[in-house]
Nanobody, 128 residues
Framework: QVQLVESGGGLVQAGGSLRLSCAAS????????IGWFRQAPGREREFVAA????????YYADSVKGRFTISRDNAKNTVYLQMNSLKPEDTAVYYC?????????????????????WGKGTLVTVSS
């Protein structure tokens, strides 16, 4: 059973950047499809980005496309979310989640209800 721990959140001004990390233990991250999700106060958890098991397969929500990049470092058993050109509306708790083992090879939008494992989240606050 894989455990996921997010880190890298914090306070940043609009236009700034942050890199979130999702460190996995108890399982090999390359065996899972990994998604990043976020939840703002009073709102439902929403999909942000996905990395399929196929190397280089990624998918993004329209709201972050061109600004965020999801990547894997299998040697470190870690998945990253590089967030650039941040906006106040990006403020949320960000979660990583795993589908698998044996999750999707080709990344696509992920349903939070279908993910198997979750981290506890990291808070990102973007000030205007």
């Amino acid at each position: 059973q894989v455990q996921l721990v997010e880190s890298g959140g914090g306070l940043v001004q609009a236009g700034g950047s942050l890199r979130l990390s999702c460190a996995a233990s108890g399982g090999t991250v390359s065996m899972y499809a990994i998604g990043w999700f976020r939840q703002a106060p009073g709102r439902e958890r929403e999909f942000v980005a996905a990395a399929g098991r196929s190397i280089g397969s990624t998918y993004y929500a329209d709201s972050v496309k061109g600004r965020f990049t999801i990547s894997r470092d299998n040697a470190k058993n870690t998945v990253y979310l590089q967030m650039n050109s941040l906006k106040p509306e990006d403020t949320a708790v960000y979660y990583c989640a795993a589908d698998g083992p044996g999750g999707m090879m080709i990344a696509r939008a992920m349903d939070p209800g279908r993910m198997d494992y979750w981290g506890k989240g990291t808070l990102v606050t973007v000030s205007s």
